[in-house]
Every structure is written in structure tokens, then in C-alpha cells.
């Protein structure tokens, strides 16, 4: 069977079994439907991952696993009875996210807009300038590494409450969180960037006289840059997961960590679900909008012609 035909069959077969899980079908019918389906599920997504593709036709298998892993949730926890306490289905998360879209925008504009993306830039920022300054200083180089791997091992749920202490309740501490879990991994791997340029070009440009800032510029940086967006690929979903996590310790009335506390509280586990379900959306999209900035920086890499 061709690859499209195959994508309708399953299409239709998991709407049919949640249709009847819907309607009463029994325990049996629903386990026998949903591994015959998760078979034919299984080859049409190794068809996807093996034909050749680029770009959007690249995203085929990712796409179908995905719809395979949401139909499946729904028809077994729809079928089964499985209680909301323990796991909603996915439409039911849909609805709640539909009727609670103004108070998810509220917690995504105070989490992500507002401490995430200040946290971020100001981490991103600091642990590159103090790279460059180690550079050049070698005594800092050998004591600001371990430091820094130190600090990168400190958890989150010990340094939450300090810049709770010590900024307030609002956004300024969660993105103070931020930027301590974001500096050390830029400074780590900017000076490890740094030092990744070959001792053949760091010869060529001594042999034409280029000064430190023009070999710095010209030949360091961009041997660094896939140390650099490295670092800031990890610190994507850092950001976000350190800002969430630092409401649990006090926050305002708005927030996704103080949502996800609250509702949990109620046992109101579909806006659980929901925010988790903003969160996963939004860390996503931004560690995509970094690889593809990325792509268009390092287009000259073999990672990325390759």
C-alpha cells in the first residue's frame, strides 16, 4: 500500500475507535483497535522517516508520530475510563485551553514574554562578555570554569527562593533565576569556541599582522559560533523550565509555574494540562527559532551543509 493511502486508513481508523470509545465500546475492542492501529501507525511514519525530503517534507514523520501519540491517548483514555484526576484526554485539554485562552495569555506574557526573554538575553549577554574578558585574562579562564560548574550544579529549587528574597515576587526574580542558569553554559562554551580555531589561520592572520580584535573578529568568532548557538540551544529550554519552576517559590496571581500550582491544588488537572501543554508549544518554538538562526549564522559549517 502507497504511503498516502496508508496515512487515510489510519487517519480513519483512530477516528472510527474514538468514535466508539466514545460510545461504549468494550475494553477488548478498544486494546485490539488500538494496537492494530498503532502497527499500521508504526510503518507509515518508517515510510516518512525513510523518503527523501527536505524542509516541510521533512516534518512527515514527526507530524504523524505525533498525531499516532495523540490519537492513541485519546482513544485509551476515552475507552478505558481512566479518570481526569490521573489523565485527561487531549480534548478535553483542547476545550480547557479554548475557555481558559485569556488566562493562559496572561500567565505566557508573564512567564515567557516578560522573565524568560529578559533572563535569557541578559544570561546570554554577560556570559559572552565575561568569555571575551577571559580570553584575554587567563587567571580568570582558570578560576571562573570551575566556578562555573559549580554554579551550573547548584538546583533550581535552592536558588528560587534566595531571588525571591532578594527581588520580589513579580518577574524580576524568575528571570534573575534565569540568568543564573543561562551564564555559565554561554560562558563555558563561548571559551571553549574561542579556542577551537585551528594554530594553522591563528598563524596565517599573525603572518599578515592582524591585530587581536581583527583576528577575534575574523577568524575566532566564527570558529566559535557553533559553540555559541550550542549554548544558546541548551539555554532555550532552560530559561523556560528555571522560570516555572522559581513560581512554585512566590509569584504573582499571574504566571505559568503559579497556574500549574494552583490548579494541581483543585485537582483541576485538564489546566494542568493545558499550561503544560502552552509551555511545551512555546519552548519548542523558540529552540526552533534559534537552530534556524543557526542554520542561516553557520551556513558555512559541515554540521550544516551536511
Do not use: C
Request: hydrophobic residues 60%.
Amino acid at each position: 500500500m502507497r504511503t498516502a493511502p496508508l496515512a487515510a486508513l489510519v487517519g480513519a481508523g483512530f477516528a472510527a475507535a474514538i468514535a466508539g470509545a466514545h460510545g461504549g465500546l468494550p475494553a477488548a475492542g478498544i486494546w485490539t483497535a488500538a494496537g492494530i492501529l498503532a502497527l499500521l501507525a508504526a510503518v507509515l511514519v518508517q515510510r516518512l522517516g525513510d523518503a527523501p525530503g527536505e524542509g516541510w517534507r521533512a516534518l512527515g514523520a514527526p507530524l504523524a508520530f505525533g498525531a499516532t501519540l495523540l490519537a492513541s491517548w485519546e482513544l485509551l483514555v476515552v475507552g478505558l475510563g481512566v479518570p481526569m484526576v490521573l489523565l485527561p484526554a487531549p480534548s478535553a485539554i483542547a476545550v480547557r485551553m479554548a475557555a481558559s485562552a485569556h488566562l493562559l495569555w496572561q500567565d505566557f506574557a508573564q512567564t515567557f514574554l516578560k522573565a524568560v526573554l529578559a533572563g535569557y538575553v541578559i544570561g546570554g549577554a554577560a556570559g559572552f562578555a565575561m568569555a571575551l574578558l577571559a580570553d584575554r585574562v587567563p587567571f580568570l579562564r582558570r578560576g571562573l570554569l570551575p566556578l562555573g560548574n559549580l554554579v551550573a550544579s547548584l538546583p533550581v529549587v535552592g536558588i528560587a527562593p534566595i531571588m525571591v528574597m532578594w527581588f520580589g515576587f513579580d518577574w524580576q526574580s524568575k528571570a534573575a533565576v534565569v540568568v543564573a542558569m543561562t551564564f555559565f553554559p554561554m560562558l563555558v562554551n563561548t571559551v571553549a569556541g574561542l579556542a577551537a580555531a585551528g594554530a594553522l589561520e591563528r598563524d596565517l592572520m599573525r603572518s599578515y599582522a592582524a591585530s587581536h580584535r581583527q583576528t577575534l573578529w575574523l577568524l575566532r568568532l566564527p570558529a566559535a559560533l557553533p559553540f555559541i548557538f550550542t549554548a544558546l540551544k541548551v539555554n532555550a529550554p532552560l530559561a523556560l523550565i528555571g522560570a516555572i519552576v522559581a513560581e512554585f517559590f512566590g509569584s504573582p496571581t499571574t504566571g505559568m509555574g503559579f497556574r500549574i500550582t494552583t490548579e494541581a491544588a483543585r485537582l483541576a488537572l485538564d489546566m494542568v494540562w493545558a499550561e503544560i501543554v502552552v509551555a511545551a508549544v512555546a519552548g519548542s518554538a523558540f529552540y526552533g527559532l534559534v537552530a534556524l538562526a543557526e542554520r542561516a549564522a553557520t551556513f558555512w559549517h559541515p554540521s550544516v551543509r551536511n
